[in-house]
C-alpha cells in the first residue's frame, strides 16, 4: 500500500535523523529478537493480527444502581426549561426530584414526558441523551449513570498509532471487566498489512459494548478510528456512550495536579509509579525501528506501556466515582 509505505518512510527518516538519546538503535545493540520470543503470550490468527490477554490485579466495578437512579432523577435540570435559577425555585418549594414535578402546573407535562422517555427501570441510552444535552460533558452524572449498566457491558480503550492524524493504528487495547476481575487484550498489528485486520477485531469490541471509556479518545482516538475505517471502507459502528475520562479529570483534578496528563495524574493522585516505562512520544519510533530491524524487542515496551494506560484508566474511574459520591 503505497501510502503506508510513504508513512513508515517519514517516520524512519525522523527516527535516525532525531536527537540520538531518542532513537533505541542508538541505546541497545542487540541480536533481532523473533515475535514468538517477544512476545510468547500473543496469539495469531490467519489474517496476521496478534492477540494477547492480560489481567491485571483489578477488581470489578462496584456501583448502586439505587443511588444512581436516585441522583438522575434530583437533577431537574434534566427537563426542558429548567435551568439553575429555576431549579433553586423549585427546591425550595419542597421538589426534590423530578418524579415529584409530574403534578406541576408548568413543568408537569415537561417532566412527565422525560420519565416516559427514560422509561422504568431506567434506559441507559435515553439517559445519556438527556446527560448529552443538559449538561456539560464534564458533569459528574455522566460517570455515576455508568452505573445503570452492567459492569461488563463497559469497554475501555486506546490506541497506539504512527503519529495523528491519518497515520496507520498498529495496536489496540480494550478492558473489560470479566468474572471478579478484569481483562486486557490487544490486538498487534505486526506489520502494516495487518492493520485491517485489527481493524475489524475493534469492530466486533465495539458492537459488544454498551459504553466506551477512554482519555482523550473522543478527540482523539475515536476519529482516528473513524479515519481508519474510513480508509479501507469498512463502516464503524454508531458511536455507543463515550464518557471521555480526562474531561472529568480536568474538573475534578485540574487545580491539584500540575496538568492533566494521565502520568501526572498516576503520579500525583493514583499512586501509581511507572518502571522503565517507554514515553508516548517514543511509541512510533520503537515501532519503526521493529519495522525496520525485525527486532520485536521493541514491541515489549509499547505492549506494556499500552497495557498500563488501560490499567490505569479503571484506577481513575473508580477514583472519579468515589470522589462524585458513588463508590
Not at 24 to 48: F, N
Not at 124 to 148: K, M, Q
Not at 214 to 234: H, V
Request: aromatic share 8%; proline share 7%.
Amino acid at each position: 500500500m503505497p501510502k503506508i509505505d510513504r508513512t513508515v518512510g517519514r517516520l524512519a527518516d525522523k527516527a535516525r535523523t532525531g536527537p540520538p538519546d531518542q532513537h533505541p538503535s542508538s541505546v541497545v545493540e542487540t541480536e533481532a529478537i523473533p515475535l514468538e520470543a517477544a512476545l510468547p503470550e500473543a496469539v495469531a490468527d490467519p489474517s496476521g493480527c496478534l492477540t494477547l490477554d492480560h489481567r491485571p490485579p483489578l477488581s470489578t466495578l462496584d456501583v448502586d444502581r439505587d443511588a444512581t437512579t436516585r441522583a438522575l432523577l434530583a437533577e431537574l435540570r434534566l427537563v426542558f426549561g429548567i435551568g439553575d435559577r429555576y431549579t433553586a425555585r423549585l427546591r425550595e418549594d419542597g421538589y426534590r426530584s423530578i418524579s415529584e414535578l409530574s403534578d406541576h402546573p408548568r413543568w408537569g407535562k415537561a417532566s412527565s414526558t422525560l420519565l416516559t422517555d427514560w422509561g422504568t427501570p431506567l434506559d441507559p441510552g435515553s439517559v445519556y441523551r438527556s446527560l448529552d444535552r443538559w449538561l456539560p460533558s464534564a458533569d459528574p452524572l455522566h460517570l455515576r449513570a455508568l452505573g445503570l449498566l452492567p459492569a461488563e457491558a463497559l469497554l475501555f480503550f486506546d490506541l497506539e498509532t504512527l503519529g495523528l492524524g491519518g497515520s496507520p493504528i498498529f495496536l489496540v487495547a480494550v478492558g473489560r471487566f470479566v468474572d471478579d476481575g478484569f481483562l486486557i487484550r490487544q490486538y498487534l498489528a505486526p506489520s502494516l498489512g495487518a492493520e485491517v485486520a485489527l481493524l475489524e477485531r475493534m469492530d466486533a469490541e465495539l458492537r459488544g459494548a454498551a459504553a466506551l471509556l477512554s482519555y482523550n479518545g473522543k478527540s482523539f482516538d475515536w476519529t482516528i478510528l473513524k479515519e481508519r475505517f474510513a480508509y479501507y471502507g469498512l463502516s464503524l459502528p454508531n458511536s455507543p456512550i463515550h464518557v471521555d475520562l480526562l474531561h472529568h479529570a480536568r474538573r475534578a483534578l485540574g487545580g491539584g495536579v500540575p496538568d492533566c496528563h494521565l502520568g501526572t495524574i498516576e503520579e500525583h493522585v493514583l499512586g501509581i509509579g511507572r518502571t522503565n516505562d517507554l514515553p508516548s512520544a517514543e511509541v512510533p519510533i520503537y515501532y519503526t525501528s521493529y519495522l525496520e530491524t525485525g527486532d520485536a524487542s521493541y514491541l515489549m515496551p509499547i505492549v506494556n506501556h499500552s497495557r498500563q494506560d488501560l490499567a490505569s484508566l479503571v484506577v481513575l474511574l473508580k477514583y472519579l466515582l468515589w470522589m462524585a459520591g458513588d463508590a
